[in-house]
């Protein structure tokens, strides 16, 4: 009665992980790649950085009336009707433009990273102008500091010199606010992702200004999320050696319950970066001399029901220029993908801290680093990504061999007492005391240990699991193809059960997706976990026997990689218990034990003299 | 019982329901370790039974021989003077007999 009701509990609560999955994915935005014919300026950019100097109110207040910076004063009613000059940024492996309209960097595409695994389908967008709903953008400004310095905003038509912008041809901006102060601000770009700009204000006026200059990153709306705990995606930040993630759900209440202080988070340090990360993407900014401190936000703009994403950095303080100075600001912005090794080579070589954590390596990163790189290395020598997989997997396995061989040599001698020890367990089931002693007499007179210990298991445990991550996180396993119907490792097994792998012609949900891949594991998984020692309390063993069932359901939409990889090691932990157990049995079968290890027949139960106490058989 | 007692044992069985069945039980003791730690965390509370446990999973390897290891009874007027007894109070008890 209460098995039936806790297989009940078991269906209800898979069909309710499999329905939240449904929903999930459901209300998840679909970004809708179409060209809309965009004008500039149309949407109001509420949040500027928020001046490190108190008397100037922060600028996170949609639309507030005070003159902070060129966010409010671009609410304007009309678009100007001119077309912004646009100057096209291209090296080899992006594309894109930058408007010269509120100077920022507005349309961006990675020309080695395609849509879909389609051959000719489009290159990944990564930027795009304001005013699309899948606008995404960087823009370089300043903030008023002084109250009177007026400074460009979003609708400031700037002089553009040079262009198109590329490696080695940097592009030069400037603006004259015409009380003497010179704005500039030059561009340049090298041959993979990294953008440099050099702000300064020449102040040729008789009084000193205060501005404060900043570099911001922009998102217009929340990105589809996998939502997923072993996988970060949102604002991300390295501040002093510190990793500060946030998901835009916690953006959303942080942005909500420091709505005063105008931003989620905030933090000034000599050290660092900042940026907006997603599972293959970043844009990031940082600050180029490296002896400045500075001061780097997350802030979450509510807008007419749609969430705003913003990450800034300024300089630590303001800056005072005196008649006939200037000063400047410099700032670095990468916008691309998370390539590891490009990662540790502008870490490394441009002196941006702890940069490769982009990446979300997670806890264990002293053990998923080694392995992106063994498996990096695989890759390069194979060609194929699932085959580096399956051997690398199979060089822990054999790594483990001496550990595993010990504890699955005694789980086999186990399986040949068992009979023995399901008798004990029945004769003393009023006297738990009795049976224990009993029990350890009997390991002690067949000499074996019934396991190898839970030490051996537990030291595997982050091994697999890290290698588990290293798979989710690696944009190597993004559209690369395994033999057969897998044309993407990252994506779900295309092929289901439910239509008859393809014979009808009919699109169910999501939740009856029931790939071959994901048979397969529960299959090796069945078998995995009948050649293991069942758990001796009977609704655990329900449980167990359910497993199986369960985990081919949650990991039918897993990248297939993952499923693959799972249903590998299965498979291999089955080859190797296998091996072992009939090596076992062969010596077993050699000199037959006093006892009869059979395994056959429960022998004659033991008579009270060969109880042993238990202090003897700890000894 | 105090609030750390329960979220150590919380996760513990968290763990004998999820993980367990997973990586299989492989523990060379009765009790086995999970159970051992529930027990310790309960009878000497959160920080000591920890440490009992900890140090029980480290001796639960193919090294050792394993076998009856129960968790040791609390010495009523021992504890209450040197709470923070050393972990290796586990490994020496002898069950009665």
């Keep these: ?619 | 019982m105090n609030p750390a007692q329960h979220v150590l044992k919380g996760a513990i069985v968290t763990y004998q329901w999820t993980l367990r069945p997973f990586i299989g039980a492989n523990c060379r003791f009765h009790p086995s370790c999970s159970h051992y730690a529930i027990e310790a965390v309960t009878e000497h509370g959160a920080v000591k039974g920890a440490a009992m446990s900890a140090w029980r999973i480290l001796r639960c390897n193919p090294w050792n021989a394993g076998g009856y290891d129960p968790v040791p009874p609390r010495k009523p007027g021992l504890n209450r003077l040197r709470p923070a007894a050393s972990p290796s109070a586990g490994p020496d008890t002898r069950p009665e007999s």
């Excluded at chain 1, 209440?253 to 933090?267: H, I, M």
Aim: net charge neutral; aromatic share 10%.
């Design chain 1, 1 to 619: 009665m209460d098995q039936k009701r806790l297989l009940a509990a078991i269906a209800l609560s898979v069909g309710i992980l499999l329905l939240f999955e449904m929903w999930n994915r459901g209300n998840a935005p679909v970004p809708p790649p179409r060209p809309v014919a965009t004008q500039q300026a149309d949407v109001p950019l509420p949040a500027v950085p928020a001046p490190a100097t108190p008397q100037v109110a922060p600028g996170a207040a949609p639309g507030a009336p005070q003159a902070a910076g060129p966010g409010e004063t671009a609410v304007t009613a009309a678009p100007p009707a001119i077309p912004a000059q646009r100057v096209q940024v291209e090296n080899t492996r992006v594309q894109g433009a930058l408007t010269a309209r509120g100077l920022s960097l507005d349309q961006l595409t990675l020309r080695d990273y395609r849509e879909t695994v389609e051959p000719n389908s489009p290159n990944v967008t990564l930027l795009a102008p304001r005013g699309r709903p899948e606008g995404y953008f960087a823009q370089w400004g300043w903030t008023q500091a002084d109250g009177r310095t007026p400074v460009p905003n979003n609708d400031t038509d700037w002089t553009v010199t040079g262009g198109p912008l590329g490696p080695n041809s940097p592009v030069t901006f400037r603006w004259d606010n015409g009380q003497g102060q010179i704005f500039q601000a030059v561009v340049s770009l090298d041959a993979n992702y990294m953008f440099e700009v050099r702000q300064s204000v020449e102040n040729t006026s008789a009084e000193a200004v205060t501005v404060l200059p900043w570099a911001r990153i922009r998102r217009e709306r929340t990105p589809q999320v996998q939502g997923f705990f072993i996988l970060h995606e949102g604002f991300i930040a390295v501040q002093d050696g510190r990793l500060t993630e946030m998901t835009y759900s916690t953006g959303r209440d942080e942005g909500n319950s420091r709505r005063a202080l105008g931003s989620a988070w905030e933090n000034e340090a000599a050290e660092g970066w900042a940026g907006l990360s997603d599972k293959y993407w970043l844009t990031a900014l940082t600050r180029l001399d490296r002896n400045e401190r500075i001061r780097s936000a997350f802030r979450h703009i509510p807008d007419a029901g749609v969430d705003r994403w913003q990450v800034d950095i300024a300089p630590a303080a303001p800056q005072l220029i005196a008649p006939g100075q200037s000063a400047g600001f410099g700032s670095r912005l990468f916008a691309g993908a998370k390539e590891v090794r490009l990662l540790d080579d502008y870490r490394d070589r441009l002196h941006i801290q702890d940069f490769d954590k982009a990446i979300d390596f997670g806890w264990f990163y002293f053990i998923t680093k080694p392995f992106f790189y063994a498996l990096d290395y695989l890759f390069i020598l194979t060609g194929n990504f699932g085959v580096a997989i399956l051997i690398f997997t199979l060089a822990l396995k054999i790594l483990f061999f001496p550990l595993a061989n010990k504890a699955y040599k005694s789980m086999s001698r186990m399986r040949l007492v068992a009979p023995k020890m399901q008798e004990i367990r029945e004769r003393y089931k009023d006297d738990p005391q009795k049976m224990q002693a009993e029990m350890m007499a009997l390991y002690k007179s067949e000499k074996i240990n019934p396991a190898s210990g839970c030490l051996p298991i537990l030291v595997q445990i982050p091994v697999f699991f890290a290698l588990y991550k290293v798979l989710f996180v690696t944009i190597e396993m993004r559209h690369a193809p395994f033999f057969g119907w897998i044309r993407d490792l990252s994506d779900m097994d295309p092929t289901n059960a439910f239509t008859l792998f393809g014979l009808i012609p009919w699109d169910p949900p999501l939740f009856l997706h029931l790939p071959i891949w994901a048979i397969l594991m529960g299959l090796t998984m069945f078998i995995q976990q009948k050649l293991n020692p069942q758990p001796p309390d009977p609704i655990q063993q329900k449980i167990f026997a359910w497993l199986p069932v369960i985990f081919t359901f949650m990991l039918a939409s897993f990248p297939a990689g993952l499923v693959i990889y799972w249903t590998w090691n299965n498979l291999l932990s089955i080859a190797q218990q296998w091996y072992i157990m009939r090596l076992d049995a062969k010596a077993q079968a050699a000199k037959p034990p006093a006892q009869g290890g059979t395994g056959g027949a429960p022998p004659a139960p033991k008579g009270g003299g060969k109880l042993a106490g238990p202090a003897a058989a700890k000894k």
